[in-house]
């Protein structure tokens, strides 16, 4: 079955701590993305990417960072730096047009305790 | 820079009856898409339908149709026949060139279905 996954399903962090969230697409996609979601902030962008080995910041980068060594593969890090990274995590492709949808995976629930 | 706006208050809707949501957006960019996905209480996003900046045609997909004021820059979704199912977040989207193809997402809009 052609998907996106995102894991895990609900993550723990101390605070202080880095984490990484996993997103794998087989969809043959070239753009990933990877939105926050807050109560009654709807999706907001965080990380970009539409090629291999680059990616643009979205409209809260601060405390994150990305990589694409694969086109299959987008993992998003939760750093220290992020001062509120409890939050629903989303993660999305698509082909680079703009009359095509994105695809989601399930999300991640992150929470900081 | 894009901008999606959904202002509308949580809504209740009786089952059965239409229910439109409203969107508004900005860009200066000729071509651009246009979309709505629906968030269930499980996280998921489902995409429901799909219009573009030249299409002639409101969208339609099953019970979801799409009004599409160019001049005014609105892009409201109509659900008809309201079900149980229908109870989500609704979320506008737009993508266009100027914006590197990013999708950008309006704040959402609730909607509870009752019996």
């Known amino acids: 079955d052609g998907g996106i996954t995102q894991s895990p399903k609900y993550l723990f962090r101390k605070e202080g701590q880095n984490v990484t969230l996993s997103c794998e697409q087989n969809l043959n996609h070239d753009a990933m993305y990877w939105y926050r979601q807050d109560p009654g902030q709807g999706l907001r962008l965080i990380y970009y990417s539409q090629i291999v080995n680059d990616f643009q910041k979205g409209d809260i980068a601060e405390g994150y960072s990305v990589s694409r060594e694969k086109k299959e593969s987008f993992p998003l890090t939760v750093t220290s730096a992020q001062k509120n990274p409890t939050a629903f995590y989303l993660c999305?492709?698509?082909?680079?047009?703009?009359?095509?949808?994105?695809?989601f995976g399930q999300g991640t629930r992150l929470t900081v305790v | 820079a894009q901008k999606i706006t959904q202002t509308q208050p949580g809504m209740f809707v009786q089952e059965k009856e239409a229910v439109t949501l409203d969107c508004t957006y900005d860009t200066s960019d000729p071509s651009y898409g246009l979309f709505w996905y629906k968030q269930p209480s499980s996280g998921e996003m489902i995409f429901l339908i799909y219009?573009?900046?030249?299409?002639?045609q409101n969208a339609t997909e099953g019970r979801y149709s799409l009004n599409f004021q160019k001049a005014r820059k609105s892009a409201n979704l109509v659900i008809s026949a309201s079900q149980l199912g229908d109870s989500a977040m609704y979320f506008c989207a737009m993508r266009d060139v100027y914006g590197n193809n990013r999708l950008a997402f309006g704040k959402g809009n609730q909607v509870v279905v009752i019996p």
């Open positions: 219009q573009g900046s030249y299409d002639q």
């Open positions: 999305a492709s698509s082909i680079i047009q703009t009359n095509t949808e994105a695809f």
